[in-house]
C-alpha cells in the first residue's frame, strides 16, 4: 500500500500513541464523574488536577487560572463575550472593541455577532507580509474600548504576530487583551506573563491531543460571565461534566512539547519552501518567510486553482489545504489573502503545507518530486502560458 503523506497538521494532528496511552483508562476504568464524592470521583477529578497543573506550567499561571471548555472555539467566545456580558451587567453601555481582519472565524464571526448587537467593532488591517497594523491598532483604541483580539500565529499563512508590542499598547490603555494561541502552542513561547496577555485558547486537537478539549487562560481578578448554565463545572464559568479523558489527553499533550520537534520542522519546512519556489515558475509564497510558523508553508501558483491543486496531491498520497479546515467547505476566497491585498484569481489559487512531527524528509522529496508535474499539467488543462 501507497505511504500516505499527512502534511496538513495545521487542521489536526495525530493523537500521539503516549498521550492515547494515558487517556484509554479514563473510557471504561476510570470513569467516575468527577463532581461523584466516591472513590471514582476522586479518581477522575485528580485527573483533571494533573491536566490543569500540565496547562498552567506550560503557560507559567496559576492552576486556577485555567479553564477547560470542548474547543478553542468555545474557548475564544467564551473570553470574548463573557467578558462583554460582564461590562454590560455592570451598566456599561457604549463598548468598543478590535481585532484584525485576518482571525480565525471563531474570533471573526464572534465579532461579527456583537456588532449586530451593537457593539462597536473595528478590524485593524495588515500588511502584504500579514503582519498587523500595530499603529492603526493604537489609532483605533477610543474611551469605550475595552478589548484587543489578536491571534498569536495565523492559521492559514502562519504568520507571528508581534503580541508582545501589541500588549503593552493594551496594558497602557488599560484594554483587556485577549490571544487565540492555537497555531502557536507548538512552537513558540507562550508564557503568559511574558506575553502580557490576560485571555489565551488553545486547543488539544493542534497539539498531538485529542479533539473536544480546549482551553482558557483568565487572568487572575478578570471577571467574565459564563454562557451556558448548569452546574458548578469549572468554577461555575463553563458548566458540563468534562470530558475526562480528552482533557487528560489535552494535558499529556501539552507536556511533551519539545524543542527539538521545533527544530526539526523548520529546517524540513525550509527545504519545502526553497524547493517549490526554485522547481515551479511563478509560485509565491503568502506571508512573511522570516515571521513564520516553522511548519507553515502556503504558496498561490498563476493559472491554477488551489482546490485542483489539492485534488491531485490528493490522488498522490499527499493530504494539503487551500488553507482553513473550518472554512474549506465554503466557496469564498480567503479572507486572510484578500486581506494581504491579493486578488480573488491569486487567493483562489493557494496551497497550504502544514508540516509536524511525524514528518520526515522522504516526506519533503516526494512533494518536491510530484507538485511541479502537477502544476504543470493544471496550466495546459487551464490554457494557462507562461509566455
Known sequence: ????????????????LRVLKEMMPY????YGNPSSAHFLGR???????????????????????????GSATEANNLAILGLIRSFQKRGKK?????????????????????????????????????????PE???SITKDTILISIMYANNEIGVIQPIKKISKIAKKNKIYFHTDAVQAIN????????LGVDFLTLSGHKIYGPKGAGALFVRDGIKIEPLIFGGGHERGLRPGTENV??????????????????????????????????????????????????????FSFDGV???????????KGIAASTGSACSSKGLKASHVLLALGHSQKKADSSLRLSLGRYNTERDIEKVLKVLPGIISKLRKISGYSLI
Open 1 to 16: 500500500m501507497r505511504k500516505r503523506i499527512y502534511l496538513d497538521n495545521a487542521a489536526t494532528t495525530p493523537v500521539d
Open 27 to 30: 473510557f471504561n476504568e476510570k
Open 43 to 69: 479518581e477522575t477529578s485528580k485527573a483533571l488536577d494533573l491536566a490543569r497543573k500540565r496547562v498552567a506550567d506550560f503557560l507559567d499561571c496559576s492552576s486556577l487560572e485555567v479553564f477547560f471548555t
Open 94 to 134: 457604549k463598548i468598543h472593541i478590535i481585532t484584525s481582519k485576518i482571525e480565525h472565524p471563531a474570533v471573526l464571526k464572534v465579532f461579527h455577532f456583537l456588532e449586530k448587537e451593537g457593539i462597536k467593532t473595528t478590524y485593524v488591517s495588515v500588511n502584504k507580509e500579514g503582519l498587523v497594523n500595530v
Open 137 to 139: 491598532i493604537e489609532k
Open 187 to 194: 512552537y513558540l513561547d507562550c508564557n503568559v506573563k511574558k
Open 245 to 298: 479523558p480528552s482533557i487528560v489527553g489535552l494535558g499529556s499533550a501539552i507536556s511533551k512539547i519539545k524543542e527539538k520537534d521545533k527544530k526539526k520542522v523548520l529546517k524540513l519546512r525550509d527545504k519545502l519552501i526553497i524547493g517549490i519556489l526554485k522547481s515551479v515558475p511563478r509560485v509565491y509564497l503568502n506571508g512573511s518567510f522570516k515571521e513564520r510558523l516553522p511548519n507553515n508553508a502556503n
Open 305 to 315: 486553482e488551489g482546490e485542483s491543486i489539492i485534488l491531485s496531491l490528493d490522488q
